[in-house]
């Protein structure tokens, strides 16, 4: 099974490779005209499987605190099913939300805390924990999940302001004083440069070009802000022309990004064919030996069986 698998994954990194390399025309033209795409592809958010259990529990639950809402669903289940499993996933959004409301109020200071507490530089909480110390009197768990944050918080400044030391002062200028719009800002700037600070990590060549990338597109704003101001129509001109050069090298920047892509993603290749292989080899190895591994491991369960029965 597991060799079946891995071999299915193998294939379809294989086709994603293949599909890279040698689109047909449709998809080609598809390709460059999504080639100026800035974003990468969001995450389908993975949504809670509604089972005939989780179902169940839910409606008499419904039954319970809305026997309204409860029958109104039970007609639409009857009715059309799939408009019920949407009605019952927003229902249960609400639900949660609710409890969520009623936490915050039962615990204000702990819940409006958090936020400051990871921008302040000791980064301990407001109340129920050490000064210095994220997450002191907070469920193991937690405290866990917030040293993590804490210690990705800290490299990742660290990061900006080797690269960008503008940026960490104006975040400086916030952390004290407006804790709140400091963690906004800092949302704003991950999502920036968050990524190039990843792919420094893993791989300085790409992130070199993805930063070369982001210049390029700060350029390509300012230029178009002073074309759209301008009334000049040979200022227009010499503007337009710079454009078309900063254009062109962000094409050019582009596809070098998508060759470091690939090569990345051939390199995964090369280590899933290995895995395939000793996968194969392991269970080709346990099938030439089946009887001698079962007469083997019957002999131990006799044997601890006898040992039990003399103690």
Avoid at 138 to 160: F, N, Q, T, V
Avoid at 274 to 299: G, I, T
Wanted: hydrophobic share 30%; aromatic share 4%.
């Amino acid at each position: 099974m597991k060799t079946t698998y891995v071999t299915i994954l193998v294939l379809a990194m294989a086709t994603a490779v293949l599909l890279a390399t040698a689109l047909p025309c449709g998809a080609a033209e598809k390709d460059r005209e999504n080639i100026w795409s800035d974003e990468k592809p969001k995450p389908v958010a993975k949504q809670r499987q509604l089972t005939k259990e989780t179902i169940k529990r839910i409606m008499s639950r419904l039954a319970e605190t809305n026997p309204e809402k409860a029958e109104e669903l039970e007609q639409l289940r009857k009715k059309d099913p799939e408009k019920f499993r949407l009605e019952l996933r927003k229902v249960m959004r609400g639900q949660f939300s609710k409890r969520i409301r009623e936490r915050g109020k039962e615990r204000p200071g702990q819940r409006r805390g958090a936020p400051e507490a990871m921008a302040r530089p000791g980064g301990g909480p407001s109340r129920g924990g050490m000064p210095g110390m994220p997450g002191m009197g907070m469920h193991p768990g937690m405290r866990g999940r917030a040293m993590e944050m804490r210690k990705k918080h800290a490299e990742y400044l660290e990061w900006l302001k080797e690269n960008y030391p503008e940026e960490v002062e104006k975040l400086a200028e916030l952390r004290e004083e407006k804790p709140k719009l400091y963690m906004r800002r800092l949302g704003l700037n991950l999502k920036k440069y968050g990524r190039i600070a990843e792919a420094e990590k893993e791989n300085p060549e790409l992130a070199k070009v993805l930063k070369e990338d982001l210049e390029l597109k700060e350029k390509r704003n300012k230029l178009l802000r002073k074309i759209r101001a301008s009334t000049n129509d040979a200022e227009k001109k010499r503007l337009t022309k710079e454009l078309e050069e900063v254009v062109s090298s962000r094409f050019d920047l582009i596809v070098k990004r998508k060759q470091i892509e690939y090569e990345q993603l051939s390199k995964k290749l090369e280590k899933l064919k290995e895995q395939v292989k000793r996968s194969e080899a392991e269970v080709e190895k346990w099938e030439n030996v089946k009887d001698k591994e079962v007469k083997q491991r019957l002999e131990e369960l006799i044997s601890r069986a006898e040992k039990l029965n003399w103690e």
